[in-house]
C-alpha cells in the first residue's frame, strides 16, 4: 500500500479538519508578520486553515487527496482562500517549492514562505531541506514528539518520533528561536522555532 493509499484510508471518513495546533496558534505575534505560509504534512487542515483565517496567503500540502479534499471543503464553507498541493513530501528528493508550483498550476513563491509550519511528521530529509522552502528571514515551526513519549504513549512508533535534542540539528541553516523539549500534557514534544538567516 502506498503513503497515498494508507492516508486516504485514514481520512476516509473524515468530514471536518481537527483543531489547529496550539503549538501553531501561541506564535500567532511572530506570524503576524508573515504574509505566507506552508503548512507541510498537514493533513486535513486544522492548522492551515486557522493559518489563512489570520490573513496569511496558505498552502497547504499533504500525500492525502482526501485529507486535501476536507480541507478545500472547509475553506469554501469558512470563506477563506486556501492553496492546495497533493504530493509526497516523503519523496526522493524532497520536493522544492518550484516543483511544488508546476504541480500546484499555480502561483508558488520560488524563493518559498515568509512561515515554514510541520507538525507531527517526521521526516529528515525533508526537515534538513526546511530551509529552502523559507525566503530569508522567514520562520520555521516545527512539533515532532520524542523518544521519551515512549515512555507512556506506544504510539507514535520510534521511527516517527525524534532523539532528545535531534530536532535543532536536523533543521540545519536555521537560527534557532526557542527549543523546548518537555511533557506537554501526556506527551513528550520538541518544539523549534527557528528563523532562515537574512
Given at each position: 500500500m502506498s503513503a497515498a493509499e494508507r492516508w486516504n484510508a485514514k481520512y476516509a471518513d473524515w468530514h471536518e479538519p481537527g483543531l489547529p495546533s496550539g503549538?501553531?496558534?501561541?506564535?500567532?505575534?511572530?506570524?503576524?508578520?508573515?504574509?505566507?505560509?506552508?503548512?507541510?504534512?498537514?493533513?486535513?487542515?486544522?492548522?492551515?486553515?486557522?493559518?489563512?483565517?489570520?490573513?496569511?496567503?496558505?498552502?497547504?500540502?499533504?500525500?492525502?487527496?482526501?485529507?486535501?479534499?476536507?480541507?478545500?471543503?472547509?475553506?469554501?464553507?469558512?470563506?477563506?482562500?486556501?492553496?492546495?498541493?497533493?504530493?509526497?513530501?516523503?519523496?526522493?528528493?524532497?520536493?522544492?517549492?518550484?516543483?511544488?508550483?508546476?504541480?500546484?498550476?499555480?502561483a508558488v513563491p520560488d524563493g518559498g514562505w515568509h512561515a515554514a509550519v510541520c507538525t507531527n511528521f517526521l521526516h529528515r530529509p525533508l526537515l534538513g531541506a526546511l530551509r529552502e522552502f523559507l525566503v530569508p528571514g522567514g520562520i520555521a515551526l516545527v512539533l515532532i514528539a520524542t523518544v521519551e513519549n515512549l515512555l507512556v504513549n506506544a504510539r507514535p512508533s520510534r521511527p516517527f518520533l525524534v532523539e532528545l535534542g535531534e530536532l535543532p540539528e536536523l533543521c540545519w541553516g536555521l537560527e534557532t528561536i526557542s527549543f523546548d523539549e518537555e511533557w506537554f500534557g501526556q506527551r513528550h514534544e520538541a518544539r523549534l522555532v527557528a528563523r532562515y538567516p537574512s
Open positions: 503549538f501553531v496558534m501561541d506564535q500567532a505575534g511572530l506570524l503576524a508578520d508573515c504574509p505566507t505560509a506552508v503548512d507541510l504534512a498537514g493533513g486535513a487542515g486544522g492548522t492551515a486553515l486557522w493559518l489563512a483565517e489570520q490573513g496569511i496567503e496558505t498552502t497547504l500540502v499533504d500525500v492525502s487527496e482526501r485529507a486535501l479534499q476536507v480541507a478545500e471543503n472547509t475553506a469554501a464553507e469558512r470563506g477563506v482562500p486556501l492553496q492546495t498541493i497533493c504530493t509526497d513530501l516523503e519523496a526522493d528528493p524532497v520536493p522544492t517549492p518550484g516543483q511544488l508550483s508546476r504541480l500546484a498550476g499555480a
